[in-house]
């Protein structure tokens, strides 16, 4: 599954990245992560609860940084698995920010996900919507922790 989308926040791009490379930062943003911890510069376990549907998961995740190019992109890989194995989710994932008219930045996401397990066996369709209802909310998430600094 393919997903991709940008929101604009009203920052200049060295204060996003500075944001978007805080692992704190993120996993506050991240809706359902309620665990990070770095496992060296470019590596972080997550904790990462999801519902779809009438089902609940929760996945213990490890996002790797395989390359970066301050302040425009950042490339990434996320593994991991639910429980027993019940799911297993792996991502390709990049993040490019640019700097658009007033002062703004804008940030865009494309993701290459694969999800298998009982996850995996909910349609393309409802998984689809369900991850973009959540890139919305990281959104809104990220838009508000950039607003208290």
């Known amino acids: 599954m ?12 060295q204060a996003v ?5 805080d692992p704190a930062v993120m996993a506050s943003c991240i809706p359902g992560c309620d665990q990070i911890e770095s496992l060296s510069p470019s590596s972080y376990r997550a904790r990462v609860v999801a519902s779809v549907g009438p089902i609940q998961a929760v996945f213990a995740l490890v996002v790797e940084v395989i390359r970066e190019e301050p302040p425009v992109s950042v490339h990434s890989v996320t593994r991991g698995e639910e429980g027993t194995r019940a799911s297993v989710l792996n991502a390709k994932n990049v993040v490019t920010l640019s700097e ?14 694969s999800i298998t397990g009982r996850l995996g066996k909910f349609g393309l369709g409802v998984m689809k919507k369900k991850a973009e209802a ?6 809104e998430a990220f838009r508000a922790k950039l607003a208290e600094r």
């Open 2 to 13: 393919n997903l991709a989308g940008a929101f604009t926040v009203p920052a200049d791009r």
């Open 17 to 21: 990245w500075a944001m978007i490379r």
């Open 100 to 113: 658009v008219e007033g002062g703004l930045t804008e940030v865009a996401y494309a993701s290459e996900v």
């Open 134 to 139: 959540l890139s919305l909310q990281f959104a």
